[in-house]
Structure formats: C-alpha cells, structure tokens
C-alpha cells in the first residue's frame, strides 16, 4: 500500500504543535525521536488518528513517535523537508537533549549510543556462531555424532563460519572504543586504535587468564617489566566491553583536554601520540585490570541472583522488560550480556528477552484475530510480525498499550516463560535475532527447552487476550 508521505507528515506538524515547536529531529529502526520546545503543545489525539502512527510517548527529554520499520525513513524525509530541518543521527540529537535529563537516565542515554551502532555486527555474529554451534552439536540431529563427525565435508565450511562468527567478539573492544570515542567526542580512529591494542596477539588471550592465574596446562601470566621499576600484566581484553568503554572516555577527555591547548600548527603530531600513549598506559595498568575485577562482580553476582532464586528472578524479568523498553532502559542489558558470555561463556538474559518479544507478538496477533476494527486489523498483522522478528515497539504502542489488557496478557506470557527458562538454565552462546528465528543462537543443549519456553510465551498471551476480550466489551471487538 502506498502512502502519502508528504500529507502524513503536514499533520505530524500541526498535530505536534506546529514547525515553531519542533527543534530537532532523528530517527531509529521504528520511531522517530523529536526535541520539542514544549511538550505540552501536542494533540495526542490528533496525533494517534494518523496513518501509520502506532503511538507516542515521552522519555529522556525526547518525544517519540512510532511509525515502524522502513515507513520511519520515509516520515521521517518528509518531516524533514518540510520542517526546514537538518539531518541527524540518535545519536547527535541525544546530545542535544543531555542538559534535560539526570542520573540514571543519562548513563543509559550513554550506554544505549555507544551498543546501537554496533549491535548488527552483533547480530550477525550471533546468528553464525548458532550455526556454527548446531554443525558441531553432538547428538542433535544424529545419534552421538555431530554434522562434523557424519559429513568430514563440512570441516572447511565450519570453519570459514567460526572465523566469521567469532571476529566481531574477538575485536569487541575495536568496536567499542569506536562507538564509544564517537559518544564522547574524541577520536573514532583512535578509539579503534585503543580497542585494538587491548586485544593485541602479543598480549595473553582474555580467555586464558583464569588458566595463568590458577596455573593450569603450565600457564602463568606474562608481565611487562617497566624499567625494573614494576611490573604490567600482559593480558588481553577479548570479548570485554568495561575497560575499553571507560578507557575510551579517559581518552576522549585527554583528546578534547589537549586539543584546546596545543597550537594547531603542531595538533597531528602532539595529540594522537599523547593521547594514545597515556592512556594505553593507564588502561593496561589500572583501567583493565579494575574493571574486569568489577565485570566479573557484576557476572557473579547476577549468576548468583538467579541460581538463588530462579523462578523469582524469571518472573520479575519477564514482568519488567517490557516496561524497560517503553523507557528504553532495556539498553543497558546489553552489556549485561556482553559481560555474562565473556566471563560465564553464555548469558541467560537474552534467552529471557526473547519470551518478552514473542508474548508481545502474540498478544497483537490475538487482537488481529478478535478485532473487526479494518485499520487495527492492519496494524495488528504488521506489528505481531515485526515483534516476531525482534521489534516490539509497533505492536506495544500501535495495539497493546492502546487496549492495556493485550499488555497485560503479554506480560504474563513474557513471565511464565522467562520463569520456564530461568528454572531450566537456558543459555545463548551469543546475542542473535530476538524473535522467532532465536533458537539458532541458544546452546544446542538447551535447544528443546528453549522452543518450549517459545510456545509458552506465544500461547499464554494470544489465549489471555481472547478471553480477556470476550469478557472486556469493546467497540469494534467481537464479544461472541
């Protein structure tokens, strides 16, 4: 179906209080993400009656609009033609609107920049390292042998997939010093310089370090003698998010501190070298080995949550994620991830993140299924797709917190599953597609319990909605 982006977005104008109101403007994968002059101006009725708009909220000083992925891009060009305004990224009208925001919500702000642009290599590397781990599961498609064993074959492409699967995770810290030193305003080709120097093959893999400390396999860890004076640890970063991410903020502000004070005439040969030496000196002296000691904290300390009290901890998950990402708090678990697969070797979070999309999906796909509302029915079928595949926010705003009770059902299915898969341990051996297609990245183990907790999570809200709707009468629902 075509749409007139144009007309759409006239009313998007007027509806959000007129171009004098409108700041800035900048969009992601289902949302545009406005800086108002004042929020209160918006028609929030008018506003919800336009095509393709699914919903609204305010958060972190940003007013956002959903419109779903692929529409967004092109509401978004013509707002901005319209609108007079100039291009920006997320990231650049966040910093726009720091100064109206605090706290919590700003560290999150942080973390949620510097992760989205790196997340589709995550993705990506994700959904091979799944592919890669059910060629070499024993006993998963055939009895006590792996694809590997039954069909030598495979050998060659199984490890053409290991080296793609793993590179994005090897050179972790590259992508987040470049990310990082972006978010803080320092140098990007520096951030990757200090990334990659954490991961230099000269330093002991990160893997290998509880080995050398323990002294297993002859292993003990490498030092660099300073001048007789002390002694460095020679040790990688792979696979670790904290210590490039501090380091890349140290390094940004040694950049921007130098850069205000060395003539310009000299600039390219005094800061780059400076900044490089200082704090690849301080990150492998004291920056490294501080926040692995607190990632590892971080890990214990949640793996310790959950084996604690498993079914509390599923329950409480699943009930909050949702929420969390209306906030976009969710951001932050991330790196939760990040640091549970680098320390533990997996991570039960994302498992759990998934039954949250699917019971969103499911609540939507029910009320495509009761509702006799022509434009509902068009936006339930998009959105419980989209949400199927990763993306909740169309069918949480365009359905779900429209009606409240699809929300409602949604959570609980979201819970019961993550209660199913925190009881069992369920793991992932990476981050992958957040929807349907997630089973490729659990750990092939855990594989039959994970699609169990799936229909769990899917079955619970589309049954919980068509009760609830035949009890609750709406306009425009069937009740019979």
């Not at 030092?223 to 007789?228: A, N, P, R, V």
């Not at 678990?333 to 039954?355: C, E, H, K, R, Y």
């Amino acid at each position: 179906m075509s749409h007139d982006y144009s007309a759409i977005a006239g009313e998007l104008l007027r509806s959000l209080g007129g171009r004098d109101n409108l700041e800035q403007a900048a969009h992601c994968v289902t949302r545009l993400r406005l800086l108002l002059k004042d929020p209160k101006r918006v028609d929030s009725a008018a506003l919800n009656r336009i095509e393709l708009v699914k919903g609204s909220f305010f958060t972190g000083g940003l007013f956002q609009v959903v419109i779903g992925p692929g529409e967004v891009e092109k509401v978004y060009a013509a707002l901005r033609e319209q609108g007079g305004l100039a291009a920006l990224t997320i990231a650049d009208l966040k910093q726009h609107s720091t100064a109206r925001t605090r706290g919590m919500q700003r560290l999150v702000r942080v973390l949620s920049d510097v992760f989205m642009p790196i997340l589709p290599a995550l993705i990506i590397a994700g959904l091979l390292m799944g592919v890669n781990n059910l060629i070499g599961a024993k006993g998963l498609f055939i009895d006590d042998m792996t694809l590997l064993d039954a069909y030598p074959a495979l050998e060659g492409l199984w490890s053409l997939i290991n080296l793609m699967a793993n590179t994005s995770f090897v050179f972790l810290p590259a992508l987040v010093g470049w990310s990082a030193a972006k978010r803080f305003g320092g140098s990007e080709i520096l951030g990757i310089v200090l990334g990659l120097m954490l991961v230099h093959p000269d330093l002991l893999n990160a893997w290998n370090y509880g080995k050398a400390v323990a002294g297993l396999e002859g292993q003990s860890l490498p030092y660099f003698d300073i001048l007789g004076w002390f002694n460095v640890e020679k040790v990688g970063y792979q696979g670790q998010i904290l210590p490039i991410l501090l380091a890349a903020y140290v390094m940004s502000v040694i950049e921007k501190w130098l850069r205000a004070r060395v003539p310009n005439a000299i600039q390219l040969l005094v800061i780059p070298i400076t900044t490089i030496v200082v704090t690849g000196v301080l990150a492998l002296t004291l920056i490294g080995p501080v926040t692995r000691y607190l990632g590892i904290l971080i890990a214990d300390g949640i793996v310790a949550l959950f084996d604690v009290a498993p079914l509390l901890g599923g329950a409480v998950f699943g009930l909050l994620y949702a929420p969390l990402v209306i906030t976009g708090m969710h951001h932050m678990f991330l790196g939760v991830d990040l640091q549970l697969i680098s320390s533990q070797g997996g991570t039960f979070i994302w498992p759990m993140i998934v039954m949250s999309n699917l019971a969103q999906g499911s609540a939507t796909l029910a009320v495509f299924y009761m509702t006799r509302t022509a434009r509902d029915k068009s936006m339930a079928s998009t959105s419980a797709v989209s949400a199927y595949f990763g993306i909740t926010e169309p069918a949480m705003f365009g359905i779900n917190l429209r009606y409240k009770y699809p929300f409602y059902a949604a959570l609980v299915g979201s819970s019961l599953g993550g209660m199913f898969l925190s009881w069992h341990k369920v793991q992932a051996s990476a981050i992958g597609v957040g929807g349907l297609p997630a089973f490729i990245s659990i750990m092939p183990q855990y594989i039959p319990i994970f699609v169990v907790g799936m229909a769990i999570a899917m079955a619970v809200p589309f049954l919980l909605t068509c009760l609830l709707t035949l009890k609750i009468v709406r306009p425009g629902y069937r009740v019979a």
